[in-house]
């Protein structure tokens, strides 16, 4: 998506050869309009899939999800990292460890908000090793509900997450997929190598 590119080329800053910083538009400070672009194309590459449920992770999952979600007509849901004290019991949980705070999390969903037969889209904001996603997935599934297709923002492609969600059995669409961050630099997957 080209729109998302350049934002990643003009506001993006490489951390190390691993981490990617976009804290000016989607991780901090959110660019709205760039958001409603992003959910509008993950609506369209979904739309022919009946989703019932677009499906995320707090917090910086909350506004790409947001308008695709709007755009497909479905409730959003997001998994909570820290459960709240209006929570009951009545959870699925799943415990993914975060690649960018390298601690082990529970993350839970209230079975009021998925149920079986449910078409499910999990959206997030990065790929990385797929443990986010994996745990979203593993959520939707002890609700005995169906995992669609999972959406993700920016893709980094040399690492295992796309290779894992695929083996998996799930489709992935990523909107940037980035092939490495060496030199403190971008470098975005071409086009024709996918
Ligand atoms: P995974 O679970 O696929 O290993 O990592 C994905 C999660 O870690 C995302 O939810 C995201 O919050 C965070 N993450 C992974 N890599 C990056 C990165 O390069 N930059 C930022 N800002 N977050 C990342």
Same mark, same amino acid.
């Given at each position: 998506?080209?729109?998302?590119?350049? %934002?990643?080329?003009?506001?993006g800053s490489v951390i190390s050869e691993g981490v990617l910083k976009v804290d000016h538009f989607l991780n901090h400070q959110?660019?709205?309009?760039?958001m409603i672009a992003i959910g509008k194309e993950f609506a369209d590459k *979904?739309?022919?899939n009946q989703i019932t449920k677009v499906l995320t992770l707090e917090s910086s999952g909350i506004a790409p999800s947001f308008m695709a979600a709007q755009d497909l007509s479905v409730p959003l849901v *997001? %998994?909570?990292?820290r459960k709240s004290i209006t929570m009951n019991e009545d959870v699925y949980s799943s415990m993914v460890y975060s690649f960018t705070k390298e601690v082990t999390n529970e993350i839970s969903v209230s079975k009021s908000f998925l149920s079986y037969g449910d078409r499910v889209l999990i959206i997030d904001d990065f790929l990385a090793n797929g443990q986010a996603a994996l745990g979203l997935a593993n959520i939707v599934?002890?609700? !005995?509900a169906k995992v669609s297709g999972i959406g993700i923002v920016i893709?980094?492609?040399?690492?295992? !997450?796309?290779m894992k969600l695929e083996e998996a059995g799930y489709r992935v669409e990523s909107l940037a997929r980035i092939q490495s961050l060496h030199n403190g630099?971008?470098?975005?997957?071409?086009?024709?190598a996918l």
């Open positions: 998506m080209e729109l998302l590119k350049q %934002a990643i080329m003009e506001k959110i660019d709205t309009n760039l *979904f739309k022919s *997001f %998994a909570r990292k599934e002890q609700a !005995g893709e980094k492609s040399f690492q295992e !997450g796309r630099k971008v470098s975005f997957l071409e086009e024709s």
